[in-house]
């Protein structure tokens, strides 16, 4: 059983909605990611976030914002998005960032379809 | 640039051992890590290397050798539920976990 929790797990929304995707984790991580994945395609990095602040944006298109509320939430929130934005949008967390051992551990993923 | 290979597909008989391998070129090295990953789910941690050798974890081994930039995971004891994509992953010099483009085992009764 993942210790990263997400919702919602299935979200259709349309190009003018706004919505937003949660994820927590209880396991006192420093560090937190958000990853986007396609179809039989690896997870790529969107978002790195260590210690509470944005650290590593990977040029992603601003109707994507991330949001750090305290050390155990991450949000992504969605706005004016396109429909080849849907995809499984997996939140990981880590211990720390640039620690040694980079075992990160993801969450069971949000299926976003956009319409 | 950063890049990671893998086989796209590997496909092994029930019961067997299979290899499936993985090469990188990264601008720094902090480890090599294992991620499963069944259709429909989400990607679950196997393993880590960050030094030399192999690590045993159960079914599943990991090898590294950071002199050649290589890696592997062993699976033995092939169950029909190893069936999932296998992704090798490194840490690189700017923080970023990195992923191949994942194995597709294919595993046959």
């Known amino acids: 059983d993942t210790e990263v929790t997400q919702t919602p797990k299935h979200l259709v929304m349309g190009m003018t909605n706004k919505k937003s995707l949660k994820c927590e984790q209880h396991?006192?991580?420093?560090?937190m990611y958000w990853y986007k994945q396609k179809a039989k395609k690896p997870p790529e990095l969107m978002f790195v976030?260590?210690?509470?602040?944005?650290?590593i944006n990977e040029s992603v298109p601003s109707r994507f914002s991330p949001e750090c509320p305290n050390s155990s939430l991450l949000n992504l929130h969605l706005h004016a998005l396109q429909p080849e934005d849907s995809a499984l949008y997996l939140c990981?967390?880590?211990?720390?960032?640039?620690?040694?051992?980079?075992?990160?551990?993801f969450g069971e993923g949000s299926w976003l379809t956009v319409v | 640039g950063q890049s990671l290979e893998q086989p796209s597909e590997v496909t092994a008989v029930e019961g067997a051992i299979v290899q499936i391998n993985c090469t990188y070129q990264?601008?720094?090295?902090?480890?090599l890590s294992w991620y499963q990953q069944h259709d429909g789910g989400a990607p679950t941690f196997l393993s880590y290397?960050?030094?030399?050798g192999l690590e045993e974890t159960g079914r599943f081994s990991s090898f590294l050798s950071r002199s050649d930039s290589y890696g592997y995971l062993l699976l033995q004891e092939l169950q029909m539920k190893d069936s999932a994509s296998y992704f090798c992953?490194?840490?690189?010099?700017?923080?970023?976990?990195?992923f191949g483009k994942g194995t597709r085992l294919h595993i046959l009764p």
């Open positions: 990981a967390s880590s211990q720390e960032v640039g620690q040694g051992r980079n075992t990160i551990y």
């Open positions: 396991m006192g991580h420093r560090a």
């Open positions: 290397n960050a030094l030399d």
């Open positions: 976030y260590s210690y509470e602040k944005l650290s």
């Open positions: 992953a490194v840490r690189d010099g700017d923080d970023k976990i990195i």
């Open positions: 990264t601008s720094g090295f902090y480890g």
